[in-house]
Nanobody, 127 residues
Framework: QVQLLESGGGLVQAGGSLTLSCAASGRTFSVYAMAWFRQAPGKERDFVGVISWRGGNTYYVDPMKGRFTISIDNAKNTVYLQMNSLKPEDTAVYYC????????????????????WGQGTQVTVSS
């Protein structure tokens, strides 16, 4: 199993920045990619971006490109989500997730591709 623990959420003003962390433990050698999703109140959980566990290749959905950056520190088994120019519509619970099935890479923007999830961390952006 892989355990994921997010941290770094909080309250920030619009235009500000915040960096979330996701620390992975357990069978991390089985991880192919790590993603960030977010769920705003009353909405479905949406894909934000993904990073390969080895190599650090990234992919983001269009609204996040240029504002959000995912990075990884393999020595710490930690993935980061740096968020800049935050907007009130970025308010959500942010989740990290681990993909362990190579075949699931084809559907990496979908929740069902990910086997393990963190508990989520709340990000609130005030206007």
């Amino acid at each position: 199993q892989v355990q994921l623990l997010e941290s770094g959420g909080g309250l920030v003003q619009a235009g500000g920045s915040l960096t979330l962390s996701c620390a992975a433990s357990g069978r991390t050698f089985s991880v192919y990619a790590m993603a960030w999703f977010r769920q705003a109140p009353g909405k479905e959980r949406d894909f934000v971006g993904v990073i390969s566990w080895r190599g650090g290749n990234t992919y983001y959905v269009d609204p996040m490109k240029g504002r959000f950056t995912i990075s990884i520190d393999n020595a710490k088994n930690t993935v980061y989500l740096q968020m800049n120019s935050l907007k009130p519509e970025d308010t959500a619970v942010y989740y990290c997730a681990a993909l362990i099935e190579l075949s699931a890479l084809a559907t990496m923007t979908r929740e069902e591709a990910y086997e393990y999830w963190g508990q989520g961390t709340q990000v609130t952006v005030s206007s």
